[in-house]
């Protein structure tokens, strides 16, 4: 079983659409979970860091369900900046942290 | 901003050869990483170094594979004698604290001949 599974996707939206991304991970006693972002042949770039309450940081919501091993990140109002690959971070124990595959966002003008 | 560089940005070597690849971590930062991505596929995991030792490695990092933090700035990786299959882009990470996230290098290509 994979840590950490996301759909790679790809989504193409059209600017200013509502996009969600899921990612579920296989360890219940993961410690700290992130979304980044990934350009092409870049390095990843933390998003947000997401918490069990639940964040927003403008137009991005990040969610942890830990009864169901499963986080999410909401983005409204999709930019054309925000074509990227969406990266989803788990540490699941001790130090080491286990990335999805991502997830390929294209936002068409 | 203070911020994690790598160098080179591109290796070349011939399969066999031992390379460096060279990171230097953000200041005040305590935990430091290498991660390999190969083109197309998901960041992996490879070492994480924390008060001057390995706290953790994957099934990757064998023994071809050493890091050291030489001098109190620097953070390397080296591969002893590299295969084709080591070609990847090679991230280096370092983190504040156990809550903190990672920030990344921009990564060191390295392509085996």
């Known amino acids: 079983r994979k840590e950490v599974e996301q759909d790679p996707g790809p989504f193409n939206v059209p600017e200013g659409a509502t996009v969600a991304f899921n990612c579920t991970y296989s360890?219940?006693?993961?410690?700290?979970f992130f979304w980044y972002r990934q350009d092409c042949r870049k390095e990843p770039k933390l998003l947000m860091s997401?918490?069990?309450s639940g964040n927003e940081d403008g137009r991005f919501t990040a969610q942890l369900n830990r009864a169901s091993q499963y986080i999410s990140l909401l983005i409204r109002d999709s930019k054309l900046s925000d074509s990227a690959t969406y990266l989803c971070?788990?540490?699941?124990?001790?130090?080491?942290?286990?990335f999805g595959t991502g997830t390929s966002l294209t936002v068409i003008p | 901003e203070p911020e994690v560089t790598q160098t080179p940005s591109h290796q070349v070597t011939q399969m066999g050869q031992e390379v460096i690849l060279r990171c230097v971590p953000i200041?005040?930062?305590?935990?430091f990483y290498w991660y390999r991505q190969i083109l197309g596929q998901k960041v992996e995991f490879l070492v994480s170094?924390?008060?001057?030792?390995?706290?953790?490695k994957s099934e990757i990092f064998d023994d071809q594979f050493s890091v050291e933090r030489p001098d109190g700035s620097n953070f390397t990786l080296k591969i002893r004698s590299t295969k084709l299959e080591d070609s990847a882009m090679y991230f280096c990470?370092?983190?504040?604290?156990?809550?903190?996230?990672?920030?990344f290098g921009p990564g060191t290509r390295l392509t085996v001949l």
């Open positions: 971070v788990v540490n699941m124990a001790g130090n080491q942290f286990y």
């Open positions: 997401v918490y069990s």
């Open positions: 200041s005040n930062h305590l935990y």
């Open positions: 990470a370092s983190m504040r604290g156990r809550e903190y996230e990672q920030f």
């Open positions: 360890n219940s006693a993961s410690q700290s």
């Open positions: 170094f924390y008060n001057n030792e390995i706290s953790e």
